[in-house]
């Protein structure tokens, strides 16, 4: 995989570049989270979606009841039994969401310049006049001049499928708004975004508690997506939430970053956060189109110094409905690779586009390419100097095992770890050779029963950019005699040479702890 790495810095030659790409076990190391609804629910489209480089599968309770998921995850354990591929779960709560409620899913048609009310009466049958929503304190938040988003499903950014309304004025709890394009809504939900305007809802609502609570605990979501995050007081509440659930204590939370609230707090919720999701559907409401590519790329160096996972969102729209992505998407793609993005999270386009499985193919394709000419030495250096001296213990293995691994040109990287967190912080260092997280059970107790940890911690690196998770056999402790060591470390090489990212005569880097010793050490493979 790191043997072809081209810097686009250097000369090469044009020709070079159409040279077909070598398959590899591993699709790409920026790992792809993928949406599951009417068009990707099956056994057989999982499984398809899963071999195409599906690592993490989101399911988005913004619409859809708990049965209606329960048996979409159903069939995703099905598929990755038979696919013997590892797959996180991630819980997408619906959060401060505005959403108009079409009862009838009769389309509506708007047309430039007409007048529509927005009424917190949800007994009103919505039409082309009419909005009925959600929340009944738009009125005291919005003033005259103020721009609302409507849009079909979720954002699509195309104007045949989404109104933008201007507020003309605001009559008790009604909102009167004139259409500024002409546009078809079907449907029986909307989204609604009030650009920069702060809408007084919980983060977490008790619809979302209630799910979490239940579909959550019965399935043990590795990730909780928190939607429209604005603070880190909004982490740390949700955190206290999941405390209290049992073995939700090790979820991990994802701050969706959605608007100019959460902007505004972005290192604290960075802080607070174990991974952030940049939601660009609703971030390009709200920002000046001329600044979203800059907070992108702020947000996702801030993650990558911070080494917490960055993952984001809307890249391939026009994939809902077409075979192919546009060239300015494919080269949207590339550029958050590049720019050192963990995850591409895929909305609308498995949700219900024509061809999942081919979007996660393609992206996993292109993300593939790009990593190719990522300028590895450069961020390695960026990295360094960014974590600074004296580098805690821990943090000075990780970038010392990278360095090795470069210098040595090796294979893979084979780190020993229980909690993931040595592990992830090797990935931090964005190695150009995947990196093999061996997670090792521990044995625990609630003083009723015995259990092992571990399926979370290897479930959870799949959303981590060039980490690959092993859960190893329970009966070898992470710190351990050299015998058992070795024996697991036999097997951890017996699966990379299985899955060919390791052959003869490699050189592989490996990563454990040796009584109260963290080492590095170098090891050649014979014949």
């Not at 029986?188 to 809802?201: E, G, P």
Request: glycine fraction near 6%; include cysteine; charge should be neutral.
């Amino acid at each position: 995989m790191h043997s072809s790495h081209l810097l686009l810095e250097e000369p090469i030659r044009m020709a070079s570049i159409l040279e077909p790409s070598k398959a590899s076990f591993f699709p790409a190391m920026t790992k792809i989270v993928g949406t599951l609804g009417p068009k990707s629910r099956t056994v057989e489209v999982i499984s398809g979606c899963l071999k195409a480089g599906m690592s993490v599968a989101r399911f988005d309770f913004s619409w859809g009841d708990a049965q209606y998921h329960r048996e979409t995850l159903e069939n995703l354990k099905v598929a990755v039994k038979s696919t013997k591929k590892l797959c996180a779960v991630m819980l997408d709560t619906v959060g401060a969401e505005l959403q108009v409620v079409n009862k009838s899913e009769k389309p509506i048609s708007l047309q430039a310049d007409g007048i529509v009310i927005l009424t917190p009466d949800q007994g009103q049958e919505a039409s082309s006049e009419l909005f009925p929503i959600n929340f009944d304190g738009l009125s005291k938040a919005v003033k005259k001049g103020d721009t609302i988003f409507v849009g079909q499903y979720l954002f699509t950014g195309s104007e045949t499928t989404s109104v933008w309304l201007e507020v003309s004025e605001v009559k008790g709890e009604d909102v009167v708004c004139v259409i500024k394009n002409s546009a078809t809504l079907a449907g029986s939900l909307f989204t609604l975004h009030a650009s920069q305007i702060r809408i007084d809802l919980p983060t977490l609502s008790d619809k979302d508690k209630q799910v979490i609570s239940s579909w959550g605990v019965q399935n043990k979501i590795d990730f909780l997506s928190l939607s429209y995050t604005r603070h880190a007081e909004d982490v740390r509440e949700a955190r206290e939430f999941l405390s209290k659930l049992g073995d939700l204590n090790q979820t991990q939370i994802f701050a969706k970053i959605e608007n100019i609230e959460g902007l505004n707090h972005f290192d604290e919720i960075l802080q607070a956060a174990d991974g952030i999701i940049l939601s660009r559907g609703n971030l390009g409401i709200d920002l000046p189109p001329e600044k979203v590519f800059l907070f992108q790329k702020a947000a996702v160096y801030k993650c990558n110094m911070a080494g917490k996972p960055a993952v984001v969102t809307r890249v391939v729209d026009s994939m809902t409905d077409n075979l192919r992505p546009t060239r300015a998407e494919a080269t949207d793609v590339a550029n958050a690779v590049l720019d050192g993005t963990d995850a591409i999270l895929l909305g609308a386009e498995t949700l219900r586009g024509l061809y999942p499985v081919e979007t996660i193919s393609i992206v996993g394709k292109i993300c593939a390419e790009a990593e190719k000419v990522f300028n590895q030495d450069l961020y390695f250096k960026k990295t360094n100097k960014y974590v600074g001296e004296p580098m805690t213990h821990l943090e000075s293995i990780a970038s010392s095992a990278v360095r090795a691994a470069i210098k040595v040109k090796a294979s893979v990287i084979i780190c020993f770890t229980s909690s993931g967190r040595a592990a992830r912080l090797i990935a931090k260092y964005r190695p150009t050779m995947p990196v093999l997280s061996v997670v090792i059970p521990r044995l625990k107790t609630n003083q009723l029963k015995w259990s092992f940890s571990g399926a979370f911690e290897a479930r959870q690196s799949l959303i981590v950019r060039g980490l690959f998770p092993m859960l190893a056999d329970p009966r070898h402790p992470a710190e351990s005699t050299s015998a058992t060591n070795e024996s697991i470390l036999k097997v951890a090489l017996d699966h990379g040479k299985t899955s060919g990212i390791i052959k003869s005569h490699d050189r592989v880097v490996v990563c454990q702890k040796v009584g109260d010793a963290s080492v590095v050490k170098i090891i050649e493979l014979e014949d």
